[in-house]
């Protein structure tokens, strides 16, 4: 199970970070570090986004480079995605996701385990 939190109101310009904490199941313990962690967005009317993965290094979508950081903690099964330099345009439902396929971190479908989502709203 994934479970993320950290999402909420900023304005343009200011900074959230988002956490997702995988308790439980296939992905926690000791098996967490062994999955490609990445984080996902989909905004109102729009198509699921990939936004940035992590496994041995980061990866991010062009739309977020130089402006957000993924990062995990594997003994705490958690991995994060800092905001920085929010605009208006990054407002959507942040999911993370675990997938065990390496190769395919920025293809939605690979994903084998998904969180719930959490808002974030970027006001202008």
């Known amino acids: 199970q994934l479970v993320e939190s950290g999402g909420g109101l900023v304005q343009a310009g200011g900074s959230l970070k988002l956490s997702c904490v995988a308790s439980?199941?296939?992905?926690?313990?000791?098996?967490?570090?062994?999955?490609?962690m990445g984080w996902f967005r989909q905004a109102p009317g729009k198509e699921r986004e990939w936004v940035a993965a992590?496994?041995?290094?980061?990866y991010y979508a062009d739309s977020v480079k130089g402006r957000f950081t993924i990062s995990r903690d594997d003994a705490e099964n958690t991995v994060f995605l800092h905001m920085n330099s929010l605009i208006h345009e990054d407002t959507a439902v942040y999911y993370c996701?675990?997938?065990?396929?390496?190769?395919?971190?920025?293809?939605?479908?690979?994903?084998?385990?998904w969180g719930q989502g959490t808002q974030v709203t970027v006001s202008s």
């Open positions: 992590i496994v041995l290094r980061s």
């Open positions: 996701a675990a997938t065990s396929r390496v190769a395919l971190y920025d293809t939605g479908d690979a994903y084998e385990y």
């Open positions: 439980g199941g296939a992905v926690s313990g000791s098996s967490f570090s062994r999955y490609t």
